[in-house]
C-alpha cells in the first residue's frame, strides 16, 4: 500500500556500505537535512554518501558511532537520541543496514521526538517498508542519476564521451555505417577479427606519438561493402584487394571497437533510459584509480554495464573467467548490489566462455544477437 503521509525533511541513516538505500528515499521524499550515522569501519562509505547527497543540495551532517560492544552501542544510541531530540520534533529514522542493537535502542530512546518515522530499504524489492508511525509499503521512485550513484559508491566522473559535442557530430555521420556493422555482426565476424587487427597493429604505438595508417590485410575480403561504404565516408581508403589506409587514429579506434560502442550510443539514446552515459571514466575517490567503461546506464535506481568487444573471447579459458569475473565485480562495485552487466561481443563466443558468463551473472549478445541489443535493454528497463 502506498503511503501519503507527510514525512519530515530530515532523515538519520546509517553508512553500511550499502549507501542507495539511504540516498533513494531520502532523494524520493524529498529530506533536506541527513544525518548520517558512522562506525570507524565506514567512514569512507560515510563520506561517499554525503557527497552524493550534497550534490543534490542536502544538507548533511556526521555522528560517529562506537560499535566495539553492545555497551559502547548503547552509550552511542543514548548520545545520538539526546542530541537529535534536543533540535528535532519530527525525523525519519533509516534502521537499513544498522547493527540490530543500535536501531532498536535508536527506537526506544528517540523518546521526545513527537513524530518519529520508521523506515526499512527494501531496495532488490524495490519498495519502502514503514515500521511506524503506521506499518506502510511504498514503492520505491525512480529517483536516481548516473551521478548520484557514481558518487555514492565513492567514485567521481571523470570524462564522458557521449557529452563529447565532437565525437558525437563524427558519430552522427557515420550513423548508417555504424548500425548496418551492428545488424550484420553474424555475416561480418571474419571481417571484424581483420580490422580490428589492422587497427591495432596501426595504433600500436600510439602513446609513442607514432600511428601506422598503412596496414595489409591477409587476404581480399569476399564482401568489400563495409570497407566501400567506410571509404564513403572518408575512414579509410582500400585499394580493392589487401591494402587499407586508416585517415586518421580516430578512424583506427573506430575500428579498433568504438564502432560497437557507438552502436551502443545509437540505441540508449533512442531508447531513453533514465540516465546513461557511454565511453566514460570514472576514477574512485580514495585511490585515484581509473575505470573505464564502454557504457553505463542507470534505471529506475538500477544500473547497467555494458562492456564492448570485438576482439576474440575463447583464446584463453583463464583470462576469459578473469575478465567475467572482473566485469560482475566492477559492475557491483560502481553500481550496487542490483547492479547488472551485459557483454556485447561482435565476434561468436563459444559455449566455454557463455557458460563462464552465466557463472559470473554476465549477460551475452554475441553476433547475430547483437541486433537484440534493442530488446534486451527494453527488457532491462521494464524489469529494473
Not at 254 to 272: A, I, S
Not at 320 to 344: M, N, P
Request: negative net charge; hydrophobic residues 40%.
Amino acid at each position: 500500500m502506498a503511503s501519503s503521509v507527510n514525512r519530515p525533511a530530515l532523515h538519520v541513516c546509517n553508512a553500511t556500505g550499502q549507501n542507495l538505500a539511504s540516498l533513494i528515499p531520502a532523494l524520493q521524499l524529498g529530506a533536506t537535512d541527513v544525518v548520517i550515522l558512522e562506525t570507524g569501519a565506514m567512514r569512507e562509505s560515510a563520506s561517499s554518501l554525503k557527497r552524493a547527497l550534497q550534490a543534490r543540495g542536502v544538507r548533511v551532517r556526521r555522528i560517529p558511532i562506537d560499535d566495539a560492544t553492545a555497551e559502547s552501542i548503547g552509550r552511542s544510541a543514548d548520545s545520538v537520541a539526546i542530541e537529535l531530540s534536543e533540535r528535532q520534533r519530527r525525523l525519519v529514522l533509516n534502521v537499513t543496514g544498522s547493527h540490530p542493537f543500535l536501531a532498536l535502542a535508536l527506537v526506544e530512546k528517540l523518546t521526545l521526538v513527537d513524530e518519529l518515522h520508521v523506515l526499512h530499504t527494501e531496495i532488490c524489492e524495490d519498495r519502502l517498508n514503514w515500521c511506524r508511525p503506521e506499518p506502510l509499503t511504498e514503492p520505491m521512485a525512480d529517483v536516481l542519476r548516473l551521478e548520484d550513484v557514481i558518487l555514492s559508491q565513492g567514485f567521481r566522473l571523470a570524462r564522458s564521451g557521449d557529452r563529447d559535442v565532437l565525437s558525437m557530430r563524427r558519430a552522427g555521420e557515420r550513423e548508417a555505417l555504424t548500425r548496418r556493422l551492428g545488424d550484420q555482426a553474424d555475416r561480418l565476424a571474419g571481417l571484424f577479427g581483420a580490422l580490428n587487427h589492422l587497427a591495432g597493429e596501426a595504433l600500436a604505438d600510439e602513446a609513442n606519438g607514432s600511428f601506422r595508417p598503412q596496414q595489409n590485410l591477409q587476404y581480399p575480403p569476399k564482401d568489400g561493402r563495409v570497407l566501400r561504404d567506410a571509404e564513403t565516408i572518408g575512414l579509410l581508403k582500400w585499394d580493392g584487394a589487401t591494402e587499407v589506409v586508416f585517415a586518421s587514429d580516430h578512424a583506427a579506434h573506430c575500428f579498433n571497437g568504438g564502432w560497437l560502442e557507438e552502436y551502443v550510443t545509437l540505441k540508449l539514446r533512442g531508447l531513453e533510459p533514465k540516465d546513461w552515459a557511454c565511453h566514460i571514466q570514472i576514477d574512485n575517490v580514495s585511490t585515484g584509480e581509473p575505470n573505464r567503461f564502454d557504457a553505463l546506464a542507470v534505471h529506475r535506481n538500477r544500473v547497467l554495464v555494458i562492456e564492448c568487444t570485438t576482439s576474440s573471447f575463447g583464446r584463453s579459458s583463464a583470462k576469459d573467467a578473469d575478465d567475467l569475473l572482473k566485469l560482475t565485480e566492477l559492475a557491483r562495485t560502481v553500481g550496487g548490489i542490483t547492479a547488472s552487466s551485459l557483454l556485447l561481443s561482435a565476434q561468436p563466443l563459444a559455449g566455454e566462455v557463455r557458460r563462464r558468463a552465466t557463472t559470473n551473472g554476465v549477460s551475452l549478445l554475441a553476433a547475430a544477437e547483437v541486433r537484440d541489443l534493442v530488446g534486451f535493454l527494453r527488457n532491462w528497463m521494464r524489469a529494473s
